[in-house]
């Protein structure tokens, strides 16, 4: 016997159509069929839309911030290994300790000096300064990140960031950052004006701004909406200056217990294209 059963009814002969009025337009109404979508400029070559006949796939590769100190990248080509390194050298105060390949054609590591994803203390502002200058090498050499993923059950884990490759453009990136359940902080800002704005959008103050009560922290209705609210006015203060949010990411190891960087996503704006 299957799922469906066969019984006396099924060999009753079918209703009649509905009239027009019963299908949810009037009887002296001819029911018009949906405009068709409207044109889209033409994909990037590199999209795998691009060409109907001859579709290319797209090439995606992952940055892993493996345990307390490293970067690992998987999956890209061997074109970008010297560019990262040279971003990282550039702005990590502890510099590169040791770089290799850890599985030959897929994964290649950076181990830094310090523990730039603890994200807490004094390493709080310089990891995300690092974390900027990263996805701006990246931009510049053709790898644009795309999402950023919560691909483990451990208790300390961060997100990988995942990228699409396309074309070269070079992009100035920098951060918002929000601490310790009651403070968000903007991270070399590009400009004096955004700078101003973000601060103006938050609270007067200083780069740093200190907020009323724990907002980060928090489960009363009112303090909850007002920190998605602050959210939003970030969001749309930045929009407004040419500043777009490319990428909300957790890069520290903290698990909610009110450290500097205790388990809170950073945000990465970039210049807009």
Not at 35 to 52: E, N
Not at 129 to 146: E, F, I, K, N, P
């Amino acid at each position: 016997m299957g799922f469906f059963h066969r019984n006396s009814s099924d060999d009753n002969p079918p209703p009649p159509p509905l009239a027009p009025s019963d299908q949810g337009f009037p009887a002296n109404d001819k029911h018009q069929p949906d405009p068709p979508p409207p044109q889209y400029p033409q994909p990037h070559p590199t999209s795998s839309y691009a060409s109907t006949s001859q579709p290319t796939a797209p090439t995606y590769a992952a940055l892993h911030l493996a345990r307390s100190d490293r970067i690992r990248l998987i999956g890209f080509p061997d074109c970008v290994v010297q560019p990262v390194s040279a971003a990282i050298t550039a702005i990590w105060p502890g510099g590169i300790q040791r770089e290799e390949v850890t599985e030959p054609g897929i994964a290649y590591e950076y181990k830094l000096k310090g523990n730039p994803w603890y994200g807490q203390g004094s390493e709080a502002v310089p990891s995300r300064r690092l974390m900027s200058h990263v996805l701006s090498c990246l931009s510049s050499q053709g790898w644009h990140l795309t999402c950023a993923v919560d691909l483990s059950r451990k208790e300390y884990d961060k997100d990988t960031l995942l990228f699409r490759s396309g074309p070269a453009v070079p992009r100035r990136v920098f951060s918002v950052s929000f601490n310790q359940g009651d403070k968000t902080r903007i991270i070399d800002p590009p400009s004096d004006a955004v700078r101003d704005a973000f601060v103006a959008a938050v609270s007067p103050g200083a780069t740093q701004v200190k907020l009323r009560g724990y907002p980060f922290m928090t489960s009363k209705g009112t303090n909850v909406n007002h920190a998605r609210l602050l959210a939003c006015r970030i969001l749309g203060t930045l929009d407004e200056l040419g500043w777009e949010l490319v990428g909300s990411v957790d890069i520290s190891m903290g698990t909610g217990g009110g450290g500097d960087g205790a388990d809170l996503d950073s945000w990465f704006f970039a210049n807009k294209l």
